[in-house]
T-cell receptor, first 111, second 115 residues
Framework: DQQVKQNSPSLSVQEGRISILNCDYT??????FLWYKKYPAEGPTFLIS?????DKNEDGRFTVFLNKSAKHLSLHIVPSQPGDSAVYFC??????????FGAGTILRVKS | SAVISQKPSRDICQRGTSLTIQCQVD?????MFWYRQQPGQSLTLIAT?????????ESGFVIDKFPISRPNLTFSTLTVSNMSPEDSSIYLC????????????FGPGTRLTVL
């Protein structure tokens, strides 16, 4: 049973435009959500997170939105840069317990 | 963040053999985790390794297949035992410095190929 789903395996965006990566979850007990970025041959790096008590968190070009009623979160990257090309993983946890990861979305930013 | 190193970075092994992967952190951490990422799939937690106690394994993973050591607060090993081609994966260790298991920092991973 996949508790965290990233339904888009890949996304291609033009440099300078907005990238929107989506994530859905099924466990209503999840209270913390994270986005990780992964380059080939490297481990995932933490990007941004959001607590369930918020609906938005912003850090520079990266913004995460949380819609608890829809059990949906999204990561917005604006403006997108070629260096943003990577695999993006959504993850969620329940009361500090283990992280549950989505399958990842490959983002390709074209210059 | 934390600086995490893993050894080896990659290896090619024969069926039936075992490989021990090392994870070293640049500072003391309470919680260390071991994950597996099979080709084209997401990260799956194998076990949580806490210093001074037995590792806690997730459903589908057993100590006989994936024995873990955690001798101190900066180091852990994961052994993949009696390997088969299905064990070909990237194995990653991660640490949580917040103490509440939320934000984890990952090592670079060990790419294992079993022939």
């Amino acid at each position: 049973d996949q508790q965290v789903k990233q339904n888009s395996p890949s996304l291609s965006v033009q440099e300078g435009r907005i990238s929107i990566l989506n994530c859905d979850y099924t466990n209503s007990m999840f209270d913390y959500f994270l986005w990780y970025k992964k380059y080939p041959a490297e481990g995932p790096t933490f990007l941004i997170s959001i607590s369930s008590i918020k609906d938005k968190n912003e850090d520079g070009r990266f913004t995460v939105f949380l819609n608890k009623s829809a059990k949906h979160l999204s990561l917005h990257i604006v403006p997108s840069q070629p260096g943003d090309s990577a695999v993006y993983f959504c993850a969620a946890s329940e009361y500090g317990n283990k992280l549950v990861f989505g399958a990842g979305t490959i983002l390709r930013v074209k210059s | 963040s934390a600086v995490i190193s893993q050894k080896p970075s990659r290896d090619i092994c024969q069926r039936g053999t075992s490989l021990t992967i090392q994870c070293q952190v640049d500072s003391q951490v309470t919680m260390m985790f071991w994950y597996r990422q099979q080709p084209g799939q997401s990260l799956t937690l194998i076990a949580t390794a806490n210093q001074g106690s037995e590792a806690t394994y997730e459903s589908g993973f057993v100590i006989d297949k994936f024995p873990i050591s955690r001798p101190n607060l900066t180091f852990s090993t994961l052994t993949v035992s009696n390997m088969s081609p299905e064990d070909s994966s990237i194995y990653l260790c991660s640490v949580d410095r917040t103490g509440i298991g939320n934000e984890q920092f990952f090592g670079p991973g060990t790419r294992l190929t079993v022939l």
